[in-house]
């Protein structure tokens, strides 16, 4: 791998490749709380993930130290996938619907969208997006809208509570 061309992810992913970043390359791209979280997803490295957290809140770790522990202790094959929880604007959006219909919070809007299952949660959306109203030019209803295309299949796949 080229040195100029290393990036968050390259770093990232060289956690579980054991390939070789320079020093410069780690300071420079490694976060440490990112790499925590995204390792933390798989359960054969909660347990190394919760020690370093231990370790960091008892004093202050160089962020080559950490790098360097947790590419020693993380045993993970190399071509494991871990996903990244990414900022969807679109799961943004209906989770901001939910909360503002039931007027609670957006972790609590959460949870009602996991209880009530997929095909409430798109009646619901298909209400407040107002689907029969052809007309509408409001951003917000538009924007539900586009969010419930972009994620119906995915919503559908939720089971929900009976």
């Known amino acids: 791998m080229e040195e100029e061309n290393i990036s968050y992810w390259d770093v990232q992913k060289s956690v579980i490749t054991k390939q070789r970043i320079s020093e410069e390359n780690i ?3 490694f976060t440490p709380f990112m790499t925590i979280t995204w390792l933390s997803v798989d359960p054969r490295t909660c347990y190394e993930t919760n020690e370093l957290n231990t370790a960091i809140g008892l004093k202050y ?5 950490e790098y360097k522990f947790i590419r020693n ?3 993970l094959p190399k071509n494991k996938y871990i996903p990244m929880d990414k900022n969807d604007k679109h799961w943004n959006i209906i989770i901001l619907a939910v909360a503002e219909y039931y007027r609670v919070g957006k972790v609590t809007a959460n949870d009602y969208i996991k209880m009530m299952g997929g095909p409430r949660i798109i009646n619901l959306l298909e209400r407040i997006g107002q689907i029969h109203n052809t007309y509408t030019t409001d951003k917000y209803i538009l924007s539900v809208r586009n969010a419930l295309v972009k994620k119906k299949t995915e919503l559908k796949k939720l089971k929900g509570i009976k």
């Open 27 to 29: 300071i420079k791209h």
């Open 61 to 65: 770790i160089p962020k080559i130290d």
């Open 73 to 75: 202790k993380v045993k």
